[in-house]
């Protein structure tokens, strides 16, 4: 049975592929999407990828998924993460496993980009990848959750 998670875009990245395409490069997010399910499908979890503008709608559906049994979240929340204490508290409030990630590395970006309030209560972080990050944040949620048998 492959593992219910979440794949959750924040603000702008329905605008990826025009969107300074220097900085985020010419990939959509419905490519993105694409590439999830079927990373997905390769290491055994059934992806539900979604995105919104909306502080308050990333909220609802970060409880929505604890609430329907997903087990792990990657989050990709742009410019909220470095503004979103109702994000943190969110992932706190649920308990699940989240992944940080952005396409860019936010730590060779200004100023403002370096502080996360989401990386606290995630339980890492992967930037600077490109689309790959997305990829690279399924590979280690499914390392979490289905962890390798000793024996
Ligand atoms: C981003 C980085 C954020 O600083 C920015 O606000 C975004 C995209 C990224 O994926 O590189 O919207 O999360």
Redesign the pocket.
Known sequence: MAIPILVLN????NRLGKREPGI?GSTTLAEIGERCTAAGARLGLSVDFRQSNHEGVLVDWIHEAADAGVRGIAL????Y??TSVALHDAIRAVGLPVIEL???N?HA?EEF?HHSFIAPAAAGVIAGFGPMSYILALEALAAMLQPAQDS
């Open positions: 924040g603000p702008n990245l985020y990709n929340a742009g410019a993460t470095h952005h396409l860019s936010v970006r980009r």
